[in-house]
């Protein structure tokens, strides 16, 4: 009977095997891949306070427990900041605080390289700029050199136009 079989069908035979072993190899692929993001998200601690952040709003503490998880849909890092920064309510905040925040919703890859946390926070500056340009944002404190831009959000009414106290 072994005689029958054809080479044909046993050369069919090995690559549906090795479609399989490619297809399992992938699927633990991404596995591996989850089991270590959750890991790293289970052993790291969140601390948006550092030597970097003005000394003025230090005493200001920001609740980052409060905040939404954002949901799966498609969105872009503008979205992501409006409503980190929609939590801060009427406390001053800077680019730092932003950035822990989203760290904190699991926006921004905490392990990400410093390379990549330089280009975030360059990003999310440039977000909160065209925000304060937009009058979507105050500016009580414009930073020079190492000192941070506070920003502050506007305080708007029942219907969302913006109260001016004239």
């Given at each position: 009977?072994?005689a029958?079989?054809e080479?044909?069908?046993?050369?069919?035979?090995?690559?549906?095997?090795?479609?399989?072993?490619?297809?399992?190899?992938?699927?633990?692929?991404?596995?591996?891949?989850?089991?270590?993001?959750?890991?790293k998200?289970?052993?790291?601690y969140?601390?948006?306070?550092?030597?970097?952040i003005?000394?003025?709003?230090?005493n200001?503490?920001?609740?980052?427990?409060?905040?939404?998880?954002?949901?799966?849909?498609?969105?872009?890092?503008?979205d992501?900041?409006?409503d980190?920064i929609?939590?801060?309510?009427?406390?001053e905040?800077?680019?730092a605080?932003?950035?822990?925040?989203?760290?904190?919703?699991?926006?921004?890859?905490?392990?990400?390289?410093a390379?990549?946390?330089?280009?975030t926070?360059?990003?999310i500056s440039?977000?909160?700029?065209?925000l304060?340009?937009?009058k979507?944002?105050?500016?009580?404190?414009?930073?020079?050199?190492?000192?941070?831009?506070r920003?502050?959000?506007?305080e708007?009414?029942?219907?969302?136009q913006i109260?001016?106290?004239?």
């Open positions: 009977m072994a029958i079989i080479e044909g069908e046993i050369e069919k035979l090995r690559s549906e095997i090795d479609a399989l072993r490619r297809e399992l190899a992938d699927k633990e692929a991404v596995l591996r891949y989850l089991e270590q993001k959750t890991e998200k289970q052993t790291r969140l601390t948006p306070e550092g030597p970097h003005a000394k003025g709003i230090m200001q503490k920001i609740n980052f427990d409060e905040l939404i998880v954002p949901s799966t849909s498609a969105r872009t890092l503008v992501d900041v409006k980190a929609s939590h801060f309510g009427d406390k905040f800077t680019v605080h932003v950035e822990a925040a989203l760290k904190k919703l699991g926006v921004i890859d905490i392990d990400a390289d390379d990549a946390g330089r280009a926070r360059a990003r440039s977000i909160l700029a065209k304060y340009e937009a979507e944002l105050d500016r009580p404190f414009a930073g020079k050199g190492n000192v941070p831009h920003y502050k959000n506007i708007k009414g029942k219907n969302g109260e001016l106290d004239l």
